[in-house]
């Protein structure tokens, strides 16, 4: 493939070993990793939509975090185009300290109330699991049945993954 390229394959590259390459290929955040640095755990919610609607998902995260007495600068906005521009990933990161109960709970509910309204604006759950596969799944009755067929033509014997989804 080097070579296709005009390419000419080195042995080293100066400046650089390969234990440092390697390093690098391996470990891509310093420990511990980014998100749990602030509080040990964190706690991300996640959705597709367009990027014209983001700033209402914003506002309706800050007032359910509001709310829960989440302090809203705490929380990790991450909004990234897709699909050419049309439609985009929007992410928010809920940093917590998993050892404190007061914070666990409150992280739970938060987490809970701002997935149902953010759905109820729209939010597409396009990985639906843990709480979202129930909120997507009985919120879509008719493509639930559509998935279970085609899930029954290709696992006839539900060995792949049995009790996740709607199975």
């Keep these: 493939m080097a070579q296709r390229y005009g390419l000419e394959m080195v042995p080293a590259v100066p400046g650089v070993?390969?234990?440092?390459?390697?390093?690098?290929?391996?470990?891509?955040s310093a420990e511990p990793y980014w998100k749990l640095r602030y509080k040990g755990s964190n706690q991300d919610l996640f959705f597709l939509n367009t990027l014209e609607k983001y700033p209402e998902f914003v506002k309706a995260m800050y007032t359910a975090a509001e709310n829960q007495g989440y302090p809203t600068s705490e929380i990790g906005v991450y909004i990234q185009p897709i699909h050419q521009g049309a439609s985009c990933h929007i992410e928010f990161n809920l940093p917590f300290n998993r050892n404190n109960p007061r914070e666990l709970s409150r992280m739970k509910e938060?987490?809970?109330?701002?997935s149902e309204e953010l759905l109820r604006q729209g939010a597409y759950y396009s990985r639906p699991y843990g709480i979202w596969a129930e909120m997507a799944f009985n919120r879509d009755a008719q493509g639930t049945v559509a998935i279970r067929k085609i899930k029954g033509i290709f696992d006839p014997k539900n060995v792949m993954n049995p009790g996740k989804l709607c199975f």
């Excluded at 070993?17 to 891509?28: H, M, Q, S, Y």
């Excluded at 938060?110 to 701002?114: D, E, F, I, R, V």
């Design 110 to 114: 938060l987490y809970t109330k701002a």
């Design 17 to 28: 070993t390969g234990d440092e390459v390697l390093k690098a290929i391996l470990n891509p």
